[in-house]
């Protein structure tokens, strides 16, 4: 097992019925600005709960948080609690207003130039809004964690970052807001999930059984749960368990001490920004390629995989894991090739080239670098 | 699945090496009060890297905290942290020293009366000096939540307590300060956070796959790492692989959403009150004894645990399973039944009757009185 710190210190609210309590997470005094997408929420009730929870305190309102939020749009969130003098963030949607805004929480009170630099340059920022959040779609495990990914339209990038400052104080929970979600994003929701737990756990052995048991539980979950939630939109227990399965698929738990990869997100990100495909579309394309690519890198924990996940009991074991992650996507209902959605080879020089560009290696050994993505990619197609 | 709040601010800085990582885990100016329990600390080093890590600062010591650790020993260090003005704590040692170490926290600052009534009365306190530990002892998970159990000699009670003041700022987990432990605290500390999952574990099903899958993900790495551990005792992964198995057993995370059944600590409490038997050896004495008596309400789990714990696949796997985990207790060395530690039934009426005088019903579905209690002794023996 390598060193680790393990810290996250957001209080989660769970269950049916708890929007309410937004009442009392929220100290007395503050001015909120609550922070959303479009207009799903006021039709599934969700904008009326949080309204009611919320009243006769101060409270602004920004919706209009696109998936893959912008930086563009975000900073006019910046201005509104600049000048509204905003000391408390209420973010209600999914992992795009929840990341949009864990940005405006560190740009508002950023003095040192443009916040961009936070993403771009890893410029550091040691102070934040307080945020706590009403969760309505289980994906990006944002609700848990100190992770955000902005995307800029006017040079097409999508770039993550990493700040304590920005862990939830808290994140209500409620798997009945799910029930109204479009059959897309359930599906997303899923895959997003799944593919974070692989990138923690398909490296290399680290003598780390706790760690590996801890995402296979996840994964295993996501396999049972995912189809029954697809099955039966309005079934608490499977919305429950989609729900607490994202939270804890990236809280900072199964990574602790364990090597990571996550070139199936890097890459990603890079197809959201070329190609405009969802963000979850976007993973279970790549991650069957990388897998495929990686093989050798990977071949223990891909038998430990085949076993335990899917069961494979003889053959070749990593292929047919493989092949079962791109079918298992598949049963949800996604494409996992390029190709089904009209995209060819023609931008892989120029998207592969940025990695090198930044200067970033991809992989657990930090061994792929544009040449492996171009490789990569073809696999996609 | 139930509705729950999941709540745990620790910062766990997890490895070899990492003691020296004290001085920027306390702030600068802070009057340190640190406490343990016996010698051993100075003998295998560890009171050296604590201080080395602490040089120059403001540093007092409280020493001698005792295996379930004594009110009368405490409120000693709370007359120092209140004439020296301590103001922040630091446990070094097990489960012991830290749950001593949290009740001196709450003390310290009480000004309603005897601090016994958090206990006993149930006293509210919502203030507590800030505390850090050092464990030296993976065992009772008391690094990473709000719990403690204290004992008072005068009376031959032994009462736990949960207070969210009482987390600790951080704790520091060094599994090489584990290398030079007795055999027989190993032993212990494998069964205390054996017993504490399947206490969180092994109720009725509630519709929490994610829950059972990483409750069941800790019980398979105990039965794997702790004969390792025992066999080959300067094993880094091995103890790591322990510790960690410790800490997430009793952090808040397997008993979101689901039903407990404390039944075989309430049970094991007594006993040590009683007869002075180590918590641990009192856990797994009374575990098989409560598995037997409430086979019937905890048949399904008992299936499922048979299955996915065990491997076992026919026959009477309720039955199987309760001789299998008695089995493992015994293979680690441990004694099963009081009758080895020369104890007899002649007191078990008085023991019983503690839970009928506090007015406490014990299990999933409290349904487990004093009579039941004195049945389930009975199977002890």
Request: aromatic share 8%; net charge positive.
């Amino acid at each position: 097992m390598q060193n680790f710190t393990c810290y996250n210190p957001t209080k989660l609210v769970f269950g049916r019925g708890t929007i309410v309590q937004l009442r009392d997470l929220i100290p007395a005094g503050k001015r909120i600005l609550m922070t959303y997408g479009g207009g799903s929420l006021k039709a599934n009730g969700v904008y009326g709960q949080v309204k009611r929870a919320l009243r006769g305190r101060r409270l602004l309102e920004f919706g209009g948080i696109e998936p893959n939020p912008r930086y563009e749009t975000l900073m006019k969130a910046v201005a509104v609690c600049r000048r509204e003098k905003v000391d408390f963030l209420r973010a209600v949607g999914g992992g795009s207003v929840l990341d949009g805004t864990k940005f405006i929480a560190l740009a508002a009170p950023y003095q040192r130039g443009d916040p961009w630099d936070m993403l771009a340059k890893h410029a550091s920022a040691d102070q934040a809004l307080p945020l706590g959040c009403v969760l309505t779609l289980p994906a990006t495990g944002s609700e848990s964690n100190m992770f955000a990914v902005i995307s800029r339209a006017s040079t097409r990038e999508k770039l993550a970052f990493a700040n304590p400052c920005v862990f939830p104080q808290f994140s209500i929970l409620d798997p009945v807001t799910n029930f109204s979600l479009p059959r897309r994003q359930v599906q997303n929701g899923i895959a997003d999930a799944f593919v974070h737990v692989i990138e923690q756990y398909l490296t290399y052995p680290a003598d780390a059984p706790l760690q590996d048991r801890q995402a296979e539980a996840i994964l295993k979950t996501l396999v049972e749960e995912g189809p029954r939630a697809l099955r039966r939109p309005r079934d608490y227990a499977a919305r429950a368990n989609l729900v607490w399965c994202a939270t804890q698929a990236l809280n900072g738990l199964i990574s602790c001490g364990v090597p990571q990869d996550w070139t199936t997100h890097m890459i990603g990100h890079e197809l959201t920004a070329f190609y405009g495909l969802d963000h979850a579309q976007t993973l279970v394309v790549v991650l069957p390629a990388v897998l495929a690519h990686q093989r050798k890198v990977k071949a223990k924990k891909l038998v430990q995989y085949a076993e335990r996940i899917w069961g494979v009991k003889t053959g070749d074991k990593a292929a047919l894991a493989i092949r079962k992650t791109e079918g298992f996507f598949r049963s949800l209902g996604m494409k996992t090739r390029l190709s089904e959605y009209g995209i060819g080879s023609e931008q892989f020089t120029e998207l592969a080239a940025r990695f090198e560009q930044r200067g970033i290696k991809l992989g657990e050994r930090q061994r792929i670098g544009s040449r492996q993505v171009r490789q990569i990619l073809q696999l996609c197609l």
